[in-house]
């Protein structure tokens, strides 16, 4: 679960193991549903916002092992990736530098 800085917005995943694993952004001021992005399989680990919110990578899980990279205005993915080669381990976080929109880091074991 994370929060835009600069409005009341809030990302999460489904918190079902079920064989999609959906990214839900919440719009609190109005109560209501953002956007459901779609595209992980079984589990979302981690979620970042960038610094300016215009962006929010979701990171999948063991079984996904996918990084996608959201246009949060636009609710479309703009660009994904395997989130680490096999032979790495498992990647269980992401977070984007303070400054920058397009820098964030995965970390895993």
Same mark, same amino acid.
């Given at each position: 679960? %994370?929060? #835009? +800085? &600069? !409005?009341?917005?809030?990302?999460? *995943? &489904?918190?079902?193991?079920? #064989? !999609?694993?959906?990214?839900?952004?919440?719009?609190?001021? &109005?109560?209501?549903?953002?956007?459901?992005?779609?595209?992980? @399989?079984? $589990?979302?680990?981690?979620?970042? =916002? +960038?610094?300016? *919110?215009? =962006? #929010?990578? +979701?990171?999948?899980?063991?079984?996904?092992?996918?990084?996608?990279?959201?246009?949060?205005? @636009? $609710?479309?993915?703009?660009?994904?990736?395997?989130? !680490?080669?096999? +032979?790495?381990?498992?990647?269980?976080?992401?977070?984007?530098?303070? &400054?920058? *929109?397009?820098?964030?880091? %995965?970390?895993? $074991?």
């Amino acid at each position: 679960m %994370t929060m #835009l +800085s &600069n !409005q009341p917005v809030l990302a999460c *995943d &489904n918190l079902c193991l079920c #064989l !999609q694993a959906d990214v839900i952004i919440w719009d609190f001021e &109005n109560r209501c549903l953002h956007a459901r992005l779609v595209l992980h @399989k079984v $589990k979302v680990e981690a979620l970042a =916002f +960038s610094p300016n *919110d215009t =962006f #929010l990578v +979701s990171l999948g899980g063991q079984d996904d092992g996918a990084v996608v990279v959201w246009n949060v205005e @636009k $609710k479309e993915a703009i660009c994904g990736s395997p989130a !680490q080669v096999e +032979s790495a381990g498992v990647t269980h976080c992401v977070a984007y530098a303070n &400054n920058d *929109d397009y820098l964030f880091v %995965t970390g895993g $074991k």
